[in-house]
């Protein structure tokens, strides 16, 4: 899957076991998830019981009091007393449960949101790198951020309209046909009716729910991708263009979630209309039998089914309302879960022994390689480096000298043959016991928010002050050893690129690696920085193996061995002298950057 196609997910699947999945997550917490259910319950049984209370109001009340002044007889007013205190304590009732279930409801939404992002992020943590290949960094943010939002709203406080009106329904059933079967029958055909409706419309909501939920990541993706790239926008002017193609996103993801919410809006006015049809028909057929004596239905019995009628409609919008949300949150569920079932490329076998400290022998052993089938990187390479060996990459750009790399550190594993560290091959061995001997130096440096101090002990926490005084100092960051408590800011945004790279280079050489890995380390920073680099990195690569890739050749002249690749084969392999000596393809390389390098420094002369 390329980073530019977001994944589609067009299962007709039934919600139940997206709801089921997120429950899990709820009895947790099993203390606030039966306190929830319980006092959601309680609280539907006390409005179910209001028109009851105004059927017996209306019956011992008031009619009979109508009946009193028509006869002259006196009125007693202790019914109307006695109807105000059980309101009265209703009311509070009602309220004491509200606020408690609203409580364990927020308890049961933010504990499940950080147990969802956790579990996110240390999926992330899991996924080989294969996986960041086909995803862009957008999409990947709205994972854990508006995706979990969406879900453990509904699993929270969406999910009291499932529970709330669940059991209101049972209830006003329940009394309606206590009281008479024959109008609670006109009633309880209404909710039949709104399943079917609801089958046939809830198809269109995930679909295009689905839809629009793929759009916004793309539009994250987007968004992401041109705010990192507004120099080169603005560079190129090119701000328009970038404003058009956004525009044109925008307008999909526009017209998916107008279709969405349209089909959506629909439960809402099919269920007031059913609703009311029930409510007229229970006036028509109640009052025929109010005006018949021997039906036994009275004025409070014909009242409470009216108040029934209009009040099981709202339950029954709820349960619709917390459906069609559940289908829309099935899309922003399906994208979490997927990535949650993802297994990572690089796993470790059961039976996976661990490394001791190792010696750094390497060998690729017929090894064979390929990011995508039939586009082979690398092909039968065989190759041994013996430990303690300093090893340079260099050939073209794309040749597959960070393939190499990439492999070495198992974060990709050989699609055939083996690669062997002292002899044994790494696929029998835990991930963690090879990558906790290897120290990697990219070329573009990452610095966590922190202190100076944190970014270099990253990798090595126990490490004592003074191990921490001589990796920089080794490293060539002799400047930090005064500062070690001063801010980077995100991402090292307070250091430049190439004091960052100096930290970089004192986190690789304060976790005392077997095998140290330089890929284009210098590349990035000024010449300066880079003669810094320099004077350490002899000190650095003593006694471990060493594998360099270089930008600037003359930076490696120094190392035990050469390796030319070139079209993913290592085309020449031998010391500087001996590849100058032969004038092949490394010579030209060599002669060519020299030449180009003094030509920038004529220039330079001429300008000043």
Aim: charged share 25%.
């Amino acid at each position: 899957m390329s980073k530019l196609k977001e994944a589609k997910f067009e299962k007709k699947e039934s919600v139940f076991p997206f709801i089921m999945r997120l429950l899990k997550y709820s009895m947790r917490y099993k203390k606030n998830l039966y306190m929830f259910i319980i006092f959601v319950a309680l609280v539907a049984g006390i409005e179910a019981l209001y028109p009851v209370v105004w059927m017996n109001f209306l019956d011992t009340v008031i009619v009979p009091g109508i009946e009193s002044r028509q006869t002259g007889s006196p009125f007693d007013n202790t019914g109307l007393l006695k109807f105000f205190g059980i309101y009265m304590l209703l009311a509070l009732a009602l309220s004491t449960f509200v606020h408690i279930f609203i409580k364990n409801c927020g308890k049961i939404q933010e504990n499940v949101m950080f147990d969802v992002r956790q579990d996110i992020f240390r999926k992330f943590q899991e996924l080989s790198f294969s996986y960041y290949d086909k995803s862009a960094l957008g999409w990947l943010m709205t994972r854990i951020t508006s995706d979990t939002i969406k879900i453990t709203e509904l699993i929270s406080w969406n999910f009291i309209e499932m529970v709330w009106g669940t059991f209101m329904i049972i209830f006003c059933l329940t009394a309606m046909f206590i009281y008479n079967w024959k109008l609670a029958l006109i009633v309880a055909v209404t909710i039949p009716v709104l399943v079917i409706v609801s089958t046939k419309i809830r198809e269109l909501i995930l679909k295009y729910s689905r839809e629009s939920r793929r759009e916004n990541s793309i539009i994250t993706a987007a968004y992401n991708e041109h705010i990192n790239g507004v120099e080169v926008n603005k560079s190129l002017v090119q701000e328009e263009r970038a404003g058009r193609e956004f525009e044109v996103l925008t307008e999909r993801m526009k017209v998916a979630s107008y279709k969405s919410a349209y089909y959506n809006a629909m439960f809402l006015p099919l269920v007031i209309f059913i609703g009311s049809i029930a409510a007229a028909l229970i006036i028509y057929y109640g009052g025929f039998m109010v005006l018949t004596p021997e039906s036994g239905v009275t004025v409070g019995i014909l009242a409470a089914f009216f108040g029934y009628a209009t009040l099981i409609y709202e339950p029954i919008t709820d349960l619709s309302r917390f459906y069609s949300q559940a289908q829309a949150c099935m899309s922003a569920g399906e994208r979490i879960f997927t990535l949650l079932d993802t297994q990572p490329e690089i796993l470790d076998k059961k039976d996976a022994k661990e490394f001791s400290r190792i010696k750094g022998d390497i060998e690729f052993d017929s090894v064979t390689f390929y990011y995508e089938k039939d586009k082979p990187v690398l092909e039968n390479i065989n190759l041994k480096i013996k430990a303690g060996q300093s090893v340079a990459l260099v050939g073209e750009t794309g040749g597959g000298k960070s393939t190499f790399i990439n492999l070495i550190c198992r974060f990709y594993e050989p699609k055939g043959g083996a690669i062997k560290i002292d002899g044994i091959d790494y696929m029998d061995m835990t991930v963690e016991s090879l990558r906790s001997q290897l120290g990697v130096v990219l070329q573009t440096p990452h610095l966590f928010s922190g202190t100076i101090r944190e970014n270099v002990k990253y990798g090595r926490d126990e490490a004592t002050e003074a191990e921490v005084i001589n990796a920089l100092t080794l490293a060539g960051g002799e400047e930090f050893i005064e500062q070690l408590d001063d801010e980077v800011g995100e991402a090292g945004e307070n250091l430049s690129l190439g004091q960052k790279q100096l930290i970089s280079f004192a986190r690789a050489i304060l976790a005392n690696p077997r095998i140290f890995i330089m890929d284009e380390a210098t590349s990035s920073v000024d010449t300066l920085t880079e003669a810094k680099i320099q004077s350490g990195i002899h000190g650095i690569m003593e006694g471990r193996t060493s594998l360099i890739i270089a930008h600037r050749l003359s930076t490696i002249k120094n190392c035990d061995r050469i390796l030319v690749i070139k079209k993913g084969k290592i085309v020449e392999d031998g010391t500087h002298k001996e590849l100058m000596k032969k004038k092949g393809y490394y010579y030209q390389l060599y002669t060519k950057q020299l030449r180009d390098e003094k030509e920038k420094e004529f220039e330079m002369m001429e300008q000043q």
